[in-house]
């Protein structure tokens, strides 16, 4: 992660966590990877005296393995998807926040302060929101881009160049957008054959990695990679041949929030944090330099007047509708699961 502590998930990593996070004046954070400025935090710091521990995963369904797998009690907030604040909502990860504990609670956006993923803001806070969907190098591809055919029924000259996230919700869920069905679907064969037609596509792709995929692309490793919308635009920024699908099929929408994990160990410095991330200044820094969307008003007088006009933010004409990956009910969630690890056996 670029400007902020990265570390494994090794146990020895996380006692010492545990043990520095319990102490006074402490924080400890599990956030995605290169998403933060390092001096937002330094500010946090300075005004409230808090010092912030960050470790980092690369997909919603690595902090939920995390976070089930013994972590809980090790961090007070973690920065989920709007679809994975279900899971963990529903399997009892996350604290509620009581009326009156976020005094910035009414700088939320009126469109995102009861989304379906946390009825009444009860668990979370929004952070940034964007769309996921794939950018191809078009020195090298000259055809056209704006379809998921590009990654499921592969032109031969892409054949080999591909890279995919390592995140099962936003694969399977694009994947369900190619074939215009439905997601969650609870039919075993039609699971089995979502997942068979991704086995066979994947021979053309070279690899799945969602945190090295801006550096696959500026340095010609891969010509196509599925991508977070930020991310594409960095990597525009770096190689302007670099350009981002809205497939007419559709794409994928998100938000990721901070939530409050059950069992915080510093609970009351987890919500200055939030409240702190409320304040326009200090979100608006956040979608500077990541170049995604804050879900706060007032931010629009802090922000980098080029993120209007991104063509990363901007769907073209043709595209299809922007969906949310959905939150499947356990059943149908374990045959989803099964066919995501027989793809990635």
Known sequence: MKS??????????????????????KLALYHWFDYIPQELLEKFTAETGVEVTVETYDSNEALHENLKGGAMGTYDLAVPGDYMVSILASEGLLDTIASGELSNKGNIAPEWANPDFDPGRKHSVPYQWGSTSFSVD????GGHIHTTDILFDTPS???GRINMMD???DVMALAALHLGVAQCQSDPGMVAGLGAMLKEVSQNW?????????DLLVSGKVDVSMSFHGDAAKARGEKSSLQYAFP?????????????????????????????MLEPENIAAVTNYARYSAGVTGVEAYLDPELATLPEANPVPGSGEGVF?????PATQALYDQAWAELRS
């Open 157 to 159: 000259e892409l054949v």
């Open 4 to 25: 902020v502590l990265k570390t494994g998930v090794a146990a020895i990593a996380l006692t010492a966590l545990a043990s520095a996070a319990s102490a006074e004046g």
């Open 325 to 329: 990956v959905q939150a499947c009910d």
């Open 206 to 214: 070279s690899s799945f990695d969602t945190e090295n995929s801006r």
């Open 248 to 276: 007419a099929q559709g794409y994928l929408v998100w938000m990721d929030n901070i939530v409050l994990l059950k069992d915080a160990p510093n609970r009351a410095n987890a919500l200055k944090f939030m409240d702190f």
């Open 138 to 141: 078009t020195s090298v591809y």
């Open 167 to 169: 995140s099962q919700g």
